[in-house]
């Protein structure tokens, strides 16, 4: 059997703080209040996480009326050193009562069973009738299949009930008339989160490459430039006799050019057709 890590505060997160048993939780705290001035800077932050699963009360433990009015409401009551005349911590980690009280962290958490469970006691209302962001919380966690069908059929032999049990399937059978739905839920497998670390010496690389890829544009950009230069100084050089002169040729060109008879256009063979009727 695999031996349970011990956690420190240090450690904890939203996530894995759902794993921490009330007991656990308190010897941390205690753990860590004998480092003073580190507790005393981190304490918000410990608190934004334990909050979120635990609820926590300081008390003195000879106070037993408050001892015994927190155990009746569902704390546990566990003796400290003495700090600012308080001796005794009381812990209580929040049940999940009802579907609402699912979240993307304490889903993890849990069995497929206890979310069944939660869904019995939702008023009747099935998987189907559950807010589609609690589906989604689920359905982060789990696999889930929903069929109704009339009652004989779902629980006959060799049935989709049995085969889903076969599968690996929990089972929950909630009873409409005829009818049954049949809610079917097992886990997702767990997948770590992969953390990339981007180094400075890839930072550093990259840098350098834009560095070098805008130089690169600049020069780009200035041979374009130089380009352009050189066509306009080429026009300047032509003066303006020349450019009527090439453009009076061009004209002559267009005069004589004579048509295709092997592509001859519309306005063609109406010449053609005139030169005709005049022999």
Known sequence: MKQKTKLSLDDLNKSNVWTVTSNELSQMIIDAKK????FAENEKHFTNI???VFDIQYLKREDTEQVNKLERIGYEVFSTPDENGNNAIAIRKHPIKKVTDLTLENIQHLEPWEVLELINHNMGT???GLPLAIQDIIESAFFVDCTIMPIKTMRKEGGIIDRRKEDG???LEIERGTWLEGIFMKPKPKVEKIHIDY???DEEDGRRKRRKRSH??????KDFEDDD???EEEDEDLDDEELKK???EDDEEIEDEEPDENNLQIEDIDELDIADDEE
């Open 229 to 231: 230069l050189d066509l």
């Open 126 to 128: 099935g998987w189907k």
């Open 246 to 248: 090439l453009d009076g």
């Open 216 to 221: 690169d544009d600049d020069d780009e950009d």
């Open 35 to 38: 480092k003073r001035d580190e």
């Open 199 to 201: 180094s400075i010496e």
């Open 169 to 171: 399937y929990e089972v």
């Open 50 to 52: 334990i909050k979120t």
